[in-house]
């Protein structure tokens, strides 16, 4: 299993930029691949960036490429998400998760299965 923990959330101005980062725990010698994702009330959690193991291969909802990005470190178990240009309707509880993938440059989008308990991103106007 994979112990994830997120920090970094918190108030910011429309416009501004948060650095959102996940620590993972755990098992953590085989492949796994992390994400973000984001929820706010009445509305389903929706993917944000995904980043293989190998950090060779990433993905964006539509809603945030060219603004957000999402890296993984040298040891490959810390993920960031570097948001820039922050928006009135990013403001959700953003999730750390992660999958273990067969290949390590797998990419899967979905059927993420270890979540940490996320942090509060606030936008103010």
């Known amino acids: 299993q994979v112990q994830l923990v997120e920090s970094g959330g918190g108030l910011v101005q429309a416009g501004d930029s948060l650095r959102l980062s996940c620590a993972a725990s755990g098992r953590t010698a085989s492949s796994y691949a992390m994400g973000w994702f984001r929820q706010v009330p009445g509305k389903e959690r929706e993917s944000v960036a995904v980043i293989s193991w190998t950090r060779t291969r990433t993905s964006y909802a539509d809603s945030v490429k060219g603004r957000f990005t999402i890296s993984r470190d040298g040891g490959k178990n810390t993920v960031y998400l570097q948001m820039n240009s922050l928006k009135p309707e990013d403001p959700a509880v953003y999730y750390c998760?992660?999958?273990?993938?067969?290949?390590?440059?797998?990419?899967?989008?979905?059927?993420?299965?270890?979540w940490g308990r996320g942090t509060q991103v606030t936008v103010s106007s």
């Open positions: 998760a992660a999958r273990y993938t067969v290949l390590s440059g797998d990419l899967p989008l979905t059927g993420y299965n270890y």
